[in-house]
């Protein structure tokens, strides 16, 4: 009898297949990938709930590195509009812009492996989607500038390519809250973000929200765009 995939393995397959498809097919790979990573995350979520007695799950830390010397400002940035559009995590950063630069994700182990998955994904999809823009648009708009400015125009493309993915994913978070049977739902996932925040301020007491870089205004809103359109999924939330 063929093996049936679970519901982890099938948006691991979504997400490696969205990696090496077309914007178009990815963008609607995402769609599905997300909402249903989400809606899995607030089906466990609800069972934890109702289950007094089971095994707690744990608040954890995880740190990625963003692994790029010119980039690592907009890779935080992605990061932390991924924590913020789930909904259920906080983000930090550390490292300046330099290649020993981190985003942090805190919060319930599960929902920060969706996290890291994300992360990682939508990070390949964004080098892709700036390599077709600046080979369409990008280099001639900015043919006349010098190279400093040229970088500062990929870079804000990045990190608008993190805002307006993290606009989806909040989108469909509360879409999936909406689809839910459950009228808790909301409250489920209000619920998991206080026990994050009360444990972000036990652990790290001193230390403040992540920052969004803002840069030039060129590729300012081509990166939006494609981010918004490439990190398409599901919705769970914030």
């Known amino acids: 009898m063929a093996h049936k995939l679970s519901i982890l393995e099938q948006i691991n397959i979504m997400l490696r297949k969205a990696e090496t498809?077309?914007?178009?097919?990815?963008?609607?790979?995402?769609k599905r990938?997300?909402?249903?990573m989400l809606r899995h995350g607030l089906d466990e979520?609800?069972?934890?709930?109702?289950?007094?007695?089971?095994?707690k799950e744990e608040i954890?830390?995880?740190?990625?590195?963003?692994?790029?010397?010119?980039?690592?400002?907009?890779?935080?940035?992605?990061?932390?509009?991924i924590g913020r559009g789930m909904g259920t995590l906080r983000t930090l950063q550390d490292g300046g812009s330099g290649a020993?630069?981190?985003?942090?994700?805190?919060?319930?182990?599960?929902?920060?492996?969706?996290?890291?998955?994300?992360?990682?994904?939508?990070?390949?999809?964004a080098e892709h989607a700036l390599r077709v823009w600046w080979k369409a648009e990008g280099r001639e708009q900015t043919?006349?500038?010098?190279?400093?400015?040229?970088?500062?125009?990929?870079?804000?493309?990045?990190?608008?390519?993190?805002l307006g993915a993290g606009v989806r994913l909040e989108e469909s978070r509360q879409e999936v809250v909406r689809e839910s049977e459950s009228t808790g739902a909301e409250l489920v996932l209000v619920s998991r973000k206080?026990?994050?925040?009360?444990?972000?301020?036990?652990?790290?007491?001193?230390?403040?929200?992540?920052?969004e870089t803002l840069g030039s205004h060129v590729g300012r809103a081509a990166g939006f765009a494609a981010g918004r359109n490439a990190a398409t999924g599901g919705q769970i939330g914030n």
Not at 21 to 30: D, G, K, L, R
Not at 74 to 79: D, K, T, Y
Request: proline share 3%; charged share 25%; aromatic share 12%.
């Open 21 to 30: 498809s077309t914007p178009a097919e990815a963008e609607m790979i995402m």
């Open 33 to 36: 990938a997300e909402k249903l």
């Open 45 to 55: 979520a609800m069972i934890a709930q109702a289950s007094p007695g089971a095994k």
């Open 60 to 81: 954890i830390v995880v740190r990625v590195f963003c692994g790029s010397a010119s980039y690592g400002t907009a890779w935080q940035n992605l990061g932390h509009s």
């Open 100 to 125: 020993e630069s981190r985003v942090w994700f805190i919060g319930f182990e599960s929902d920060v492996r969706r996290a890291v998955q994300l992360f990682e994904t939508l990070k390949i999809q």
């Open 143 to 162: 043919k006349w500038d010098g190279r400093q400015y040229q970088w500062a125009a990929r870079r804000q493309f990045l990190v608008s390519f993190g």
């Open 194 to 211: 206080e026990m994050v925040n009360e444990e972000m301020a036990r652990k790290f007491p001193k230390l403040g929200r992540a920052r």
